[in-house]
């Protein structure tokens, strides 16, 4: 996001507030920030003289929208101005939000500034348009949908009314936007999933914890194994690991302190506390822990799929994009600082080939740093904290990238990433891999090996995952495909379909064929009609269909059709399996 675009965005926040006060003057606002594609506002809004809520449903956005647009012309300066928190209080007497975080801002000791435009004045740090009016054209944003959303995020705070508004640079852009948003809803994940048959949530289960089918079972173990079959050739080793632990390990690896409320935890008979694992380094560090290394046995690559659990608010999870229970494709490098540019580089180029496979080419990478100015939130010394960063710096200038995206203060607990960044064939920008070096963990858990000289050397971890989770990977490619998985991938590859009952038999042994050949073959002996078993198979998004009739049966072939490419013609059954079995070891 551009900083002008973004301070427009943050504008419009103020602006939506103001509409909302105008035709809703007991309602209450919040706060209201510039977000990637537009802003957002949250409001407490009274209960009514019958008890009920007065708060807007969507159908009221279009009024708000057009209050929204009713003011604009009359905004033409953002005017700031230092008050004392007196004069704070007093300007937002009855707002208890308000008044909330004008007291944080003064018990930090910083300047408390109003903002205003119009008749409107908020508390705000600022970053705005300095014209409104004249910057701002009046067909460049829409409000979009509201949500409820609690007072800074904290589930024992109110549950406060959320508006959402999108805003771009043009009424063009806008309109991109929105093409890309309908786009985005007939990918959407959870509805392909549930209509492909790949996964389920059920209410006695929980949410968050995604049930798989036989289908979606497929297709993620043979991601699962394509990521290993890398690994493998790279030199790493599986390791298995149990799924508790005592919060003894937590405590010295640093997660207690940090997330100790988002853990699952247990409680056993005997009053020890257990926890159910949110990650894998912890364990991990245990297994190289357990003898004494030698410079000659480094590195040490532990690889593991594996489940971590988490405990998110219900409110946060969304499909399969944010789960409480992860399978990572997770690995651990423990390696000599000598040994880092060459673990890294081989990571790097699993993650390269994996994701050129599916279409995600060019991969932007970023480089996730700590934030200096909220230490606190990381361990070890800002020492080794440039140590690290520096060297991932000089990696990636190496690796030849030169357009690197400064990820200030989204490093993780214990050491920076680099993270590469992917579009989707829709344009949408996310997060897949990531690589993360650690100088920080090798510390607590006094991790050594002994180098040439006979002496301790401490060593350092890198941390891997190549789809990051197995959930949203698999979220981001059923909508990157939009269902229309490779026929490698596919969980049904092929329906054989016999034109009438008088073929079933040679459909039945075309069927066999293909299964003795570890082809996903399923074949349609149903009463329904040809008509409906063809549209069946394309409904289902079948990579392939075979067709048997009278002709194909006295030729001794099939008729082939391709979901991709049409209808192929009459091909031998060794033809065709010759055909699919290149595209299964292709990775067509």
Known sequence: MSTSLEHIRHTLAHLLAAAVLELYPDAKPTIGPAIDNGFYYDF??????????????????????????????????????????????????????????????HGKGENITLYTAGHFTDLCRGGHAENPAKEIPADSFKLSRIAGAYWRGDEKNAMLTRIYGLAFESRE?????????????????????????????????????????????????????????????KGYQKVTIPHITKKDLYETSGHWAKFKDE????????????????????????????????????PQRYAETTMVYRDEQSGELSGLSRVRAITQDDAH????????????????????????????????????????????????????????EDQLVSLVKERGISDVIDGLGEAAMYGPKIDFIAKDSIGRTLQVATIQLDFNMPERFDLACMNEKGEKERIVMIHCAIMGSIERFMA???????????????????????VAEAYADAAQKVHESLRAA??????????????????????????????????????????????DQGQIGQVSIEGVLKKFQEEVKERK
């Open 44 to 105: 407490e809004f009274p209960l009514g003289a019958d008890g009920k809520s007065t708060s807007p449903v969507q159908t009221d956005l279009k009024d708000i929208e057009k209050r929204m647009r009713k003011l604009l012309p009359s905004w033409k300066e953002m005017a700031g101005q230092e008050v004392t928190p007196d004069q704070a209080r007093d300007a937002f007497k009855g707002n208890p939000y308000k008044t909330e975080l004008i007291e944080e801002i």
């Open 173 to 233: 852009a806008l309109d991109a936007y929105l093409t890309q948003l309908a786009e985005a809803e007939k990918r959407d994940h959870k509805k392909l999933g549930k209509e492909l048959g790949l996964f389920l949530f059920s209410d006695l289960v929980g949410s968050g914890l995604p049930l798989w089918t036989p289908k979606g079972t497929i297709i993620r173990e043979l991601l699962n194994d394509y990521v290993w079959e890398m690994r493998r050739a």
């Open 263 to 298: 853990l699952f935890k247990i409680e056993t008979r005997e009053k020890h506390v257990f926890a159910m694992k949110p990650m894998n380094c912890p364990h991990h560090t245990q297994i190289y822990a357990n003898e004494l290394r030698s410079y000659r046995d480094m």
């Open 333 to 388: 490098v423990f390696c000599r600082k000598s040994q880092i540019k060459n673990e890294i580089f081989a990571i790097w180029d699993i993650i390269d080939s994996f994701y050129k496979t599916f279409g995600f080419k060019d991969l932007r990478i970023r480089i996730s740093r700590h934030d200096p100015a909220k230490f606190e939130n990381y361990i070890g010394t800002p020492e080794v904290w440039k140590t690290a």
């Open 476 to 498: 981001t490619l059923i909508e990157h495909t939009g269902g229309l998985f490779p026929f490698w991938l596919s969980p049904v590859q092929v329906q054989v379909i016999p």
């Open 518 to 563: 570890n082809i996903r073959s399923e074949i349609d002996l149903s009463n329904d009609s040809f008509g409906k078993k063809i549209r069946g198979a394309k409904t289902a998004h079948t990579p392939y269909f075979i067709i048997l009739g009278e002709k194909d049966v006295a030729a001794g072939k099939v008729t082939l059709e391709s979901r």
